[in-house]
Nanobody
């Protein structure tokens, strides 16, 4: 059993910052990639950033968001600066990993709400 637990969402004013964390736990053999996605009301879920050997960012967040990963803790972070109202969404953590029985699968966290509003 594998779980992803997110934390760090909340309400912030435009121009402010938030830091999201996501910790993977359970029967994990190896994590190949971790990332963040978001879904705004009425819209499809979209990629925000991923980190494997390299990092990938959505154009809309380049220069404002930074993804990082602590392999020893199976944790991924998303530092979000210069937040805009259009960043408002539920943010989901994702991990591509091999479980302890070498089964490969994609896992999702439960989501954390980020609201950017004055």
């Amino acid at each position: 059993q594998v779980q992803l637990v997110e934390s760090g969402g909340g309400l912030v004013q435009p121009g402010g910052s938030l830091r999201l964390s996501c910790a993977a736990s359970g029967s994990i053999f190896s994590i190949t990639a971790m990332g963040w996605y978001r879904q705004a009301p009425g819209k499809e879920r979209e990629l925000v950033a991923t980190v494997a050997g390299s990092t990938v960012y959505a154009d809309s967040v380049k220069g404002r968001f930074t993804i990082s990963r602590d392999n020893a803790k199976n944790t991924v972070y998303l530092q979000m600066n210069s937040l805009k109202p259009e960043d408002t969404a539920v943010y989901y953590c994702n991990a591509d990993l091999y479980s302890s029985n070498f089964h490969f699968a994609h896992y999702w966290g439960q989501g954390t709400q980020v609201t950017v509003s004055s």
